[in-house]
């Protein structure tokens, strides 16, 4: 289908869509033969016809690309294309023609071109279904399974020293599933003597919260301590919700505290919230975000604590 008798250049452009985005594949034809291919996303919420995302797609493609071919086969006819056309033939400085096949060889063509762009569509649905399910949905399953509803912001903490030494924590935070590094912050315990992770972890949260209630105050803007999250993930059970809830207590907030309870490996086994250990399932998405989660607190506690080292 891609080698023609003819050995002229030419690009051939079809396109697939849904309700949100669409994919534009260009095939490239050089002396009769396909020398390469391209596919781009573009957005297709504000188009009502398919003739308007390739119009669009054709001005703002030969904007910018140096080699402009004789032909170009589109899967139809688009407004002002008898205009394009001669704007791209002072660019080329020789005639340039749009064609619409409907039959033949021409216009098996330009389906396949377009069954391509149908496939990169279809592909990109199904990894963002994917995604979706490993973020949003894993969000929204742990609000769930603590009976949230919508769980948008999580913080976690974490508190790293050797024998007392140079005690830190961590705070890193996800939104919607993925991490915001931005927000995240280090800590240098400076109140607290020897390897006390209650009374490290108690310093960390009050300075957390209490630089966040004097950023709401003072700034309009919401962003880093001045976000508060939805929930917030301790890395142990009963004491260290304690040491979370009594914190907020005395800072009048009202934020609810989850414990990851660990089984005799270390690993996470359920969730500790509001005195009962909730069993989670290992195999689902939520379960990974959490170990997800955990994994990253105690790196950024560790790699800070190995910097001061």
């Given at each position: 289908?891609?080698?023609?008798?003819?050995?002229?250049?030419?690009?051939?452009?079809?396109?697939?869509?849904?309700?949100?985005?669409?994919?534009?594949?260009?095939?490239?034809?050089?002396?009769?033969?396909?020398?390469?291919?391209?596919?781009?996303?573009?957005?297709?919420?504000?188009?009502?016809?398919?003739?308007?995302?390739?119009?669009?797609?054709?001005?703002?493609?030969?904007?910018?690309?140096?080699?402009?071919?004789?032909?170009?086969?589109?899967?139809?006819?688009?407004?002002?294309?008898?205009?394009?056309?001669?704007?791209?033939?002072?660019?080329?400085?020789?005639?340039?023609?749009?064609?619409?096949?409907?039959?033949?060889?021409?216009?098996?063509?330009?389906?396949?071109?377009?069954?391509?762009?149908?496939?990169?569509?279809?592909?990109?649905?199904?990894?963002?279904?994917?995604?979706?399910?490993?973020?949003?949905?894993?969000?929204?399953?742990?609000?769930?399974?603590?009976?949230?509803?919508?769980?948008?912001?999580?913080?976690?903490?974490?508190?790293?020293?050797?024998?007392?030494?140079?005690?830190?924590?961590?705070?890193?935070?996800?939104?919607?599933?993925?991490?915001?590094?931005?927000?995240?912050?280090?800590?240098?315990?400076k109140g607290i003597e020897g390897a006390d992770d209650y009374?490290s972890m108690r310093e960390v949260l009050t300075r957390r919260?209490?630089?966040?209630?004097?950023?709401?105050?003072?700034?309009?803007?919401?962003?880093?301590?001045?976000?508060?999250?939805?929930?917030?993930?301790?890395?142990?059970?009963?004491?260290?919700?304690?040491?979370?809830?009594?914190?907020?207590?005395?800072?009048?907030?009202?934020?609810?505290?989850?414990?990851?309870?660990?089984?005799?490996?270390?690993?996470?086994?359920?969730?500790?919230?509001?005195?009962?250990?909730?069993?989670?399932?290992?195999?689902?998405?939520?379960?990974?975000?959490?170990?997800?989660?955990?994994?990253?607190?105690?790196?950024?506690?560790?790699?800070?604590?190995r910097s001061l080292r």
């Amino acid at each position: 289908k891609i080698t023609s008798q003819s050995m002229e250049d030419r690009d051939v452009i079809a396109m697939a869509r849904d309700e949100a985005d669409a994919v534009v594949q260009v095939f490239f034809v050089r002396d009769g033969k396909m020398i390469g291919r391209e596919h781009f996303r573009v957005s297709a919420s504000t188009a009502d016809n398919n003739y308007q995302i390739i119009g669009s797609f054709v001005k703002q493609f030969y904007a910018g690309t140096p080699f402009i071919p004789r032909e170009i086969w589109v899967q139809e006819k688009f407004p002002e294309m008898d205009l394009i056309a001669e704007w791209l033939t002072k660019r080329r400085g020789q005639a340039v023609k749009f064609l619409v096949p409907k039959k033949g060889q021409k216009e098996r063509l330009v389906e396949l071109a377009e069954k391509n762009a149908k496939l990169v569509l279809d592909q990109d649905k199904d990894k963002i279904k994917r995604e979706e399910l490993r973020t949003i949905g894993a969000m929204n399953q742990v609000g769930e399974w603590l009976g949230l509803g919508k769980v948008r912001r999580m913080e976690a903490y974490d508190i790293s020293n050797i024998s007392g030494f140079e005690s830190v924590g961590s705070m890193v935070v996800f939104e919607d599933g993925r991490p915001k590094r931005n927000d995240y912050r280090k800590f240098k315990i400076k109140g607290i003597e020897g390897a006390d992770d209650y009374g490290s972890m108690r310093e960390v949260l009050t300075r957390r919260f209490t630089h966040g209630l004097k950023e709401q105050k003072e700034s309009k803007e919401i962003g880093g301590f001045s976000s508060f999250p939805d929930l917030i993930l301790m890395d142990g059970g009963k004491g260290q919700v304690n040491v979370a809830l009594r914190v907020l207590d005395h800072l009048g907030l009202d934020i609810p505290v989850c414990g990851m309870v660990k089984d005799d490996n270390h690993r996470t086994r359920g969730l500790y919230y509001h005195n009962v250990e909730i069993p989670i399932d290992r195999g689902s998405e939520g379960f990974k975000l959490i170990t997800r989660i955990q994994d990253e607190a105690h790196r950024f506690a560790i790699e800070y604590h190995r910097s001061l080292r």
